[in-house]
């Protein structure tokens, strides 16, 4: 994270390849990178950056950060068109450190997607232990919650001095 909080994007991804590169077994580390799917956010690679969230979405599945990053990676994958898509499926063909494939996660040969019919959402009955990620959560999904909503939930539970 060092060299993201340089600015050193790419430096940022590498370190984060490399560390992944190096668990055993290889790649076992990948659901838990999540920083490296804001990595790839701000590199431009929407697509990994969606596929590094729903990777650490099938380990932490009450992750509310998680599913926001991968809902702004499609929205932004969405806006971008297939470019960086097809620069991110050969730059995953020539990485590909997972063995293993789920439905869960994006097919590369996909167009631009269909934002609302790819938005990851958390198992029926669960939340976020964190009041304010609800508000978060159903902002991000577009399930009804306003800006407003997120700047009263952030204002509640604290004390205003009079």
């Known amino acids: 994270m060092n060299s993201f909080s ?54 932490n599945p009450l992750d509310v950060e998680e599913i926001v990053w991968d809902i702004a990676c499609l929205s932004r994958w969405n806006l971008v068109g297939t470019t960086n898509v097809q620069n991110s499926i050969f730059s995953q063909q020539q990485n590909n450190s997972s063995s293993s494939s789920s439905s869960s996660l994006i097919n590369p040969n996909l167009s631009p997607p269909n934002v609302q019919n790819m938005k990851m959402s958390l198992p029926p009955g669960k939340s976020d232990r964190r009041k304010i990620m609800g508000t978060v959560y159903s902002l991000f999904r577009g399930d009804g919650a306003t800006e407003l909503d997120l700047a009263q939930a952030g204002h509640q539970g604290r004390q205003v001095a009079h």
């Open 6 to 59: 340089k600015g050193e994007i790419d430096s940022s991804i590498s370190y984060f390849d490399r560390a992944d590169e190096s668990s055993i077994p290889n790649g076992s580390l990948t659901p838990y990178l999540w920083q490296r799917g804001i990595s790839y956010y701000y590199a431009d690679r929407f697509f990994e950056g969606s596929q590094q969230f729903r990777y650490d979405v099938k380990v």
